[in-house]
């Protein structure tokens, strides 16, 4: 008997249908897979076992009873855990309060500090991280650090069921790797997982079975190892991919360097960078996360003020710390942040809104704006780019993870941009929007912009870029043409120097 | 590696520890820079540092730091309450009413502070129920309350019959071995127990979780709703207290007293390192930051300074004050 049984699954959002009928079959100690394009329905799916959405119509069936959450507490009783794709922790609260928040088990509403924090120990000694106390401020861990505490909180409940939304977007590798010997871990211990993610390598790694959904369906499901990663990607884009990387057409205009950076450093981040950009060039940045990429993004930007270096745009040569965002812009710089709902897009503004506003004097006189104008330009760039929405009216936080990167990209192309700085464009987005990207992305090379993709993921990269830089502990490597790396050498070259580093101490 | 996490885990461990203390410590310093300060340019330490004046600044901080105590559990949730004066007014002449009706007294002071209560618990219900942002439902409160108050009391203040209420918050206690007014031991009783529920108990550790980060307070199973309610009932329980210490002090309900002293009280909060944006306060503080207001406007007083002057200086502190908090504290 299936741990957790769903059937015909469906849930409506006013017009839109989320869930249009899925079918799910959770057996006990599996790690089951759950694949989709972003707006396939994933997140609704979760949120209706976790007790936060109820369906309209469909049948949940736990260990064989009906299953009916009225709240997330109740879901939670039933031993039913989500952790969610944004840890949601409550930063100034400690380690241990955190863990157990909503099952501190109290003596007449008295907190018993010692025995909480004892239980959480407990719980985080199951981790490779015995450095995390819990008495410490969750707001000062990092990333990897928070995610420990999200699944020890998952479990400080007696989770039998724990659903995972891509649970890596925000891990380094040997967190990942840690966190995968963890799930290994909690299913032979009989523990279900529900594990979403876009990155097959992954699923095929941690996996027993998968599930595919498609505009709210249920469109395949079985064993991982019995179909192949082209099969899993047919069933979610609906058609098939055969070649995500679009093929490049060269720049045929006159070279020129466009952006040329010596020696930037912001320490402790960033130690040195040093490279030129030229037009219709695509120059990738690897590196391990939190290796100072970012940051040297966000320092030639402006937004954060390097110690020393320079930077020069079409021959203008500054101290680089004499840069601000205003001035960038106006030299043609544009800047995509990985961080796209933090400081990227101003959610609650329209599509239209997010669009223009580097540029609004393209839609815009004396101040007044010409909103019919600036309708107008926004449709087109969202015709360009495919931006799924009703309008360009629409709120930017109700469009999908995949969509939001598109008019973040949208915004860069309404600017002119000549040199573009894109930050991880295409982390935690589904594979159709990421293909709208690449061959946005190769065509703007294609009209001689200066691009410079900073990405962890290697198959990108190698997809896409002429040349390529390692960046290891805030060191930039020397650029080298695509053709003579290979992705064994960018690991070791972004591991390599970390040993030297830890020699050198 | 290891080594290195483990020692940056200390120092990270040792800054906590430290911040934790210099968000008591900044308030505090600041009331004996106040102090110190008032004492030097009154020109007479002994005077301004007497027993007698301390009572009187004791005694006029009374009601504003009850509030605060009830103001901070509100703040650190995230939210805010603005109906705190009018409260108070309602509570004070719904007070007086209950003695002239010929109630016990300390029935009379239940009743009070019930309104308050029930106050609370409307602006909990309407915040939960309705999801009305609490700026704007207190805001509605403030007008109800204080309307009400008028209703009740015909628009007149409401004289009482002398009980042992009037005596609450006297300059000199009756027995004189209390030292100070018991009105002020209420206060610091009060104070000292929400301190405990905020640190010890799960509904305390709550309201910081709530404040921190709701989406996740709900994903855990924590009735936000409810919880709202019960803190904003709590609060203007608290109120209520104030209010009958008012209505103590003038020795009747008057309907239009207390207007705008909302703003005292998150303003105490807010001296006292209490965040807007929630998860962050101590009753400590607030009460540090009542003091620091009532000293200032003590010492301006014995200066003979005008009240505008009071009102800027008071206006800059505050302003100060957040802005010191967030040079130091860490970004959450």
Excluded at chain 1, 17 to 39: M, P, Q, R, T, Y
Aim: proline letters at 4%; hydrophobic letters at 45%.
């Amino acid at each position: 008997m299936p741990t957790l049984d769903l059937r015909d699954i469906a849930k409506r959002f006013g017009q839109t249908a989320a869930l249009a009928g899925v079918d799910l079959s959770l057996k006990e100690g599996e790690v089951h897979a759950l694949i989709g394009e972003n707006g396939a329905g994933k997140s609704t799916l979760m949120n209706v076992i976790s007790g936060g959405v109820r369906q309209d119509r469909g049948l949940m069936l736990l260990r064989g009873m009906p299953y009916s959450p009225a709240d997330p507490l109740d879901a939670r009783k039933n031993g039913i855990a989500l952790i969610h794709q944004e840890l949601s922790l409550a930063a100034h609260l400690s380690v241990a309060e955190n863990i157990m928040m909503g099952v501190e088990d109290p003596r007449f509403g008295w907190f018993d500090r010692k025995e909480i924090e004892r239980r959480a120990d407990r719980l985080l000694s199951n981790f490779e991280h015995s450095n995390i106390r819990p008495d410490a401020l969750v707001g000062k861990l990092s990333p990897a650090a928070q995610q420990v505490v999200e699944i020890c909180r998952a479990l400080a409940a007696n989770a039998k069921i724990v659903l995972m939304d891509e649970p890596t977007s925000s891990l380094q590798r040997d967190d990942v790797k840690n966190l995968f010997s963890l799930i290994k871990k909690l299913s032979a211990d009989g523990i279900s997982i529900i594990y979403i993610s876009h990155f097959l390598e992954e699923v095929r790694e941690i996996a027993d079975s998968f599930t595919v959904l498609r505009d709210g369906k249920s469109v395949s499901t079985g064993k991982i190892t019995d179909v192949t990663d082209s099969f899993l990607i047919g069933q979610m884009v609906g058609r098939s991919v055969d070649n995500l990387y679009p093929k490049r057409n060269p720049y045929s205009g006159e070279s020129e360097t466009v952006l040329e950076v010596n020696d930037l450093s912001l320490p402790p981040a960033l130690h040195s960078a040093t490279f030129k950009l030229e037009r219709g060039e695509i120059f990738g940045i690897a590196g391990l996360m939190g290796a100072g990429r970012t940051e040297m993004a966000r320092a030639i930007f402006g937004i954060d003020k390097p110690n020393s270096g320079t930077v020069t745009v079409k021959g203008r040569t500054m101290i680089a710390s004499g840069g601000k965002p205003a001035l960038r812009l106006l030299q043609g710089i544009g800047y995509l942040s990985e961080d796209r709902k933090g400081e990227g897009l101003t959610l609650k503004l329209s599509i239209a809104d997010n669009i223009t506003i580097t540029r609004y004097g393209a839609c815009s006189r004396f101040g007044w704006l010409d909103q019919a104008k600036q309708r107008s330009l926004s449709s087109e760039l969202m015709q360009t780019l495919d931006v799924r929405a009703k309008s360009s009216e629409q709120p930017v936080q109700t469009l999908s993870g995949g969509n939001q990167q598109k008019v973040a990209i949208a915004r860069l192309l309404h600017q002119e941009a000549d040199v573009l700085l894109l930050d991880e464009p295409t982390r935690g987005i589904d594979i159709g929007s990421k293909a709208v990207i690449y061959e946005t992305i190769a065509e703007l090379a294609g009209r001689g912009k200066a691009i410079m993709l900073i990405s962890s993921y290697l198959p990108e990269l190698f997809g896409m870029c002429d040349r390529l830089a390692v960046m290891t502990r805030g060191r930039l490597s020397t650029a080298r043409a695509i053709g003579e790396w290979t992705p064994e050498l960018v690991l070791k070259s972004a591991i390599n120097s970390d040993a030297n580093n830890t020699n050198g101490h | 590696m290891d080594i290195d996490v483990s020692q940056a885990m200390d120092v990270e461990l040792r800054e906590t520890f430290l911040r934790k203390w210099l968000n008591v410590l900044g308030p505090f310093l600041g009331l004996i820079a106040v102090i110190v300060l008032f004492a030097l340019i009154t020109g007479s330490p002994e005077k301004y540092l007497s027993l007698f004046n301390i009572r009187i600044v004791l005694s006029q901080t009374v009601i504003v730091a009850i509030s605060a105590i009830g103001m901070t559990v509100v703040i650190i949730s995230g939210g805010i309450d603005l109906a705190v004066g009018s409260t108070i007014a309602l509570a004070g002449v719904v007070t007086a009413l209950s003695i002239n009706a010929g109630l016990d007294p300390i029935v009379a002071v239940a009743a009070g502070t019930a309104v308050g209560g029930l106050v609370g618990f409307v602006n909990g219900s309407i915040i939960s129920g309705l999801r009305v942002v609490p700026f704007i439902a207190t805001l509605g409160m403030l007008g109800i309350a204080r309307g009400t108050a008028k209703l009740a009391s015909g628009q007149q203040p409401i004289d009482v019959t002398p009980t042992w209420i009037n005596n609450l918050v006297v300059t000199f206690p009756d027995p004189p071995w209390l030292l100070l007014a018991p009105g002020i031991w209420i206060a610091v009783i009060l104070a000292v127990g929400m301190a405990l529920v905020l640190r010890n108990t799960v509904f305390g550790r709550r309201v910081f979780a709530i404040g921190s980060n709701e989406a996740a307070a709900r994903a855990c199973g924590i009735s936000t709703d409810k919880l709202k309610i019960w803190i904003y009932s709590l609060a203007g329980l608290f109120f209520g207290i104030a209010g009958v210490m008012q209505m103590s002090r003038l020795r009747q309900g008057d309907p239009t007293v207390a207007a705008g002293t909302e703003l005292d009280v998150i303003a105490a909060v807010v001296i006292g390192g209490g965040s807007l944006s929630g998860g962050q306060g101590t009753i400590l503080g607030s009460m540090i930051g009542a003091l620091i207001m009532a000293f200032l406007r003590n010492g301006c007083q014995q200066m003979g300074w005008a009240n505008y002057i009071q009102e800027i200086i008071i206006g800059a502190i505050i302003i100060t004050a957040v802005a010191i908090d967030r040079i130091r504290s860490p970004k959450i």
